[in-house]
């Protein structure tokens, strides 16, 4: 089993960076690759990035450039930080792992993963 906990959540002004946190417990070593998703009230879950072990990311479009996730392998942690927080930024930011294949093509598919945080809220204020 694997834990996986978010935080860095919390009210930011729009403009700012934000820098959210998925500390990861467990069986962490079976982990293939990690992830953050978003999901705003009524929407679908939307997948922002992913890491994979060896370092390597993919982005969705919509937030290249201005989301990196990064991982601390000592730690079990990775990290997303946004940059140019937007209104339409606030809402839930769920972290996501799992031990299986972890291919490309599918990797911000909310279904591809087993391990999810039960998030952290991000509130963007102007």
């Known amino acids: 089993q694997v834990k996986l906990v978010e935080s860095g959540g919390g009210s930011v002004q729009a403009g700012v960076p934000l820098s959210l946190s998925c500390a990861a417990s467990?069986?962490?070593?079976?982990?293939?690759?990690m992830a953050w998703f978003r999901q705003p009230p009524g929407k679908a879950r939307e997948g922002l990035a992913v890491?994979?072990?060896?370092?390597?990311?993919a982005y969705a479009d919509s937030v290249k450039g201005r989301f990196t996730i990064a991982q601390d392998n000592a730690k079990n942690t990775v990290y997303l930080r946004i940059n140019n927080l937007k209104p339409d930024d606030m809402t839930m930011y769920y972290c996501a792992a799992d031990a299986g294949p972890c291919g490309r093509d599918w990797s911000l598919l909310p279904e591809s993963y087993e391990y999810w945080g039960q998030g952290t809220q991000v509130t963007v204020s102007t």
């Open positions: 467990g069986y962490t070593d079976s982990l293939n690759c």
């Open positions: 890491i994979w072990p060896d370092g390597s990311t």
